[in-house]
């Protein structure tokens, strides 16, 4: 009798999953792009992560922002086009229009490949304004939508913290600062502007500038795509989305500002919706509150089930 009845309970448990660590190619828009889940259970939710940018990749040093989100997701990481190790296997077109439907296609692909009615989305910057345009073109495909210090209007952006940058300057009487800011106009003209916007907003949220070289080096390819990404006004574009979403915000950011995405949660209407404040971090709450952002997140897949 002990014996059948030990045989009904594992059979009643369920099918049981196991851990997955994968990597390859995926042919997405007619280019192979290279994609990486991984987590302890391959039946867990799946969790995709748009990267940043555009063109940053962060295969390199995923583990350090995803190792707790592995034990409750399959965390899928996806390098967009030009991007990463996709760029190494093709050369391909870039556009705003091209990344947006590569990104509805790898939802569709995953949801698929793990057999899952829905997945989430989860973007950080440029990656958050792609995980908002995919919740406007396919919400019925998403558990939740999670952006993080998002793109909402980021000419506004841009020109608020040009405009708070100034009055430091000014304040400070920093003759430098203002030399170089008053170069800058808003949408960047060149790469000299880009530069030392950059530069001074790295200052006014106490993070490390990036190099010159650096940002003339990604501007080459990928300054019209942000700028043509730059003109979208979600306000205008998504005022209401049919699908839950939530926004992990930096109270010091000024790159993707953190008064817009407030203003946009406020206004937005979908199914639910909630903004969690980072208050030590700028623009990078997964990387500067690590812990609380890994919590946050597995929080609202617990909220959710």
Known sequence: MFRILLVICLFSTGSVGKSINH?????????????KWEGIDDQAPVLLFLHGGPGNSVMAYADKFTNQLKQHFV?????????????TLNESPVSVDLIVRDAVEVVHYLAGHFTQDKIYVMGHSWGGYLALRVAAEIPQRLVACIAISPMIHQLESETLSLSLMKAEAAQLKNVESLNELNQVTIPFHNTTQLYYHRKWLSNLMGTNPPSRHRVEQWATLWLP???EASQ?????????LACRLFFLVGRLDYQTHYKLTESYYQQVVCPEKKLYWFEQSAHNPHLTETMKFEQTVIDIKNQIN
């Open 225 to 227: 795509v942000f700028l």
């Open 23 to 35: 990597a390859e190619a995926v042919t997405i828009g007619g280019i192979k792009q290279w994609m």
């Open 232 to 240: 979208t006004n979600f306000f205008e574009f998504a005022p209401a």
């Open 75 to 87: 965390v899928v990481h996806w390098d967009q086009r030009q991007s990463g190790k996709t760029a």
